[in-house]
């Protein structure tokens, strides 16, 4: 069963909103070939070079 996560990230100092996004990447595993999920917390400026 699927599950929705809600939660609020945001830097509490600032006014500027939130400043981190949850990403989750699919990782093919070498020994056995099935796909699992791997969920990370990453500031905004970080997400396009976290995907290359």
Known sequence: MA???VAGFRDKTTTT???HTKVIRMVKSPE????????EMILNDKVKDYFK
């Not at 056995?32 to 969920?39: D, L, P, V």
């Open 32 to 39: 056995t070939g099935a796909y699992s999920f791997k969920e």
């Open 3 to 5: 599950k929705k996560a």
């Open 17 to 19: 909103g939130r400043s």
